[in-house]
């Protein structure tokens, strides 16, 4: 029974992790719990912490863990979902939420969506190859993601983006780096963050979704930043 329990707060921080509501994570908890037997069980989740209480087999438990929230992965939260669902279907204590794409899909993506914004906010098939390189460059940057808070996680990538986006021109292809920017920006922009907080703040969690805001505010300031640095080391003269 520990085990399962142990199990139900392991697929709550999955979900927050993998960037899902922190709704949606409460009551995955909880359901798998009541699944397993327990009692009495409630569940508290902000963005960097889980805590759960619940009675098992008449003894009162109460666990916590820490969040490390990573990047965006609605795979991963597909997987997980389906995983909880016939763990409280079925009670199969076997359940895998492991999800990861695979790069060559992954590469693809980054260029597709990086150019496709690229040329809509008018940029050319120049800028829209340059724009999915720069994206394809700060998805794999070498660096322990892990060991930066998101702030700093997100200045390092968005600074490395803006550089990039003005190499092109300056060694002579005729690119726009303003259009490039708007392509690369769409990999750092924290888009679902800021609808899972409100959609959290509306479902009455007010505290996490607050928080989640903040986050996603911060996460922007640091964009700016990133961005910022390569207009002072460049300028703006090299926009068309």
Do not use: W
């Not at 098939?125 to 700060?138: E, F």
Request: one cysteine or more; proline letters at 2%; charged letters at 15%.
């Amino acid at each position: 029974m520990i085990e399962n329990f142990e199990k139900a707060i392991q697929f709550g921080t999955e979900i927050v992790e993998n960037g899902g509501e922190i709704s949606r994570a409460e009551e995955t908890v909880e359901r798998m719990c009541k699944a397993f037997g327990a009692q009495n069980i409630h569940v508290f989740i902000i963005p960097s912490l889980i805590s759960v209480t619940a009675t098992i087999n008449g003894e009162e438990i109460t666990a916590s863990r820490r969040i490390y929230k990573n990047d965006l992965n609605l795979g991963a939260l597909e997987e997980i979902n389906n995983q909880s669902r016939k763990i409280c279907g079925e009670k199969n204590k076997n359940g895998k939420t492991d999800c990861t794409y695979n790069i060559i899909f992954n590469i693809l993506c980054v260029m597709i969506a990086t150019g496709a914004f690229c040329i809509y906010f008018g940029g050319n098939m120049y800028d829209a190859v340059c724009s999915g390189l720069a994206g394809i460059a700060i998805t794999y940057i070498p660096y322990a993601r892990k060991s930066f808070n998101i702030f700093s996680k997100t200045l390092i990538e968005s600074t490395i983006a803006g550089i990039l986006s003005f190499i092109p021109s300056l060694i002579g292809f005729e690119t726009h780096p303003d259009k490039i920017m708007i392509g690369t920006i769409m990999l750092l922009i924290p888009g679902m963050s800021i609808g899972a907080a409100i959609k959290d703040m509306m479902s009455g969690n007010l505290i996490a979704g607050i928080l989640q805001l903040t986050e996603a505010v911060i996460t922007a300031l640091a964009i700016v930043l990133g961005f910022a640095v390569s207009l002072i080391i460049f300028g703006s003269e090299h926009f068309a």
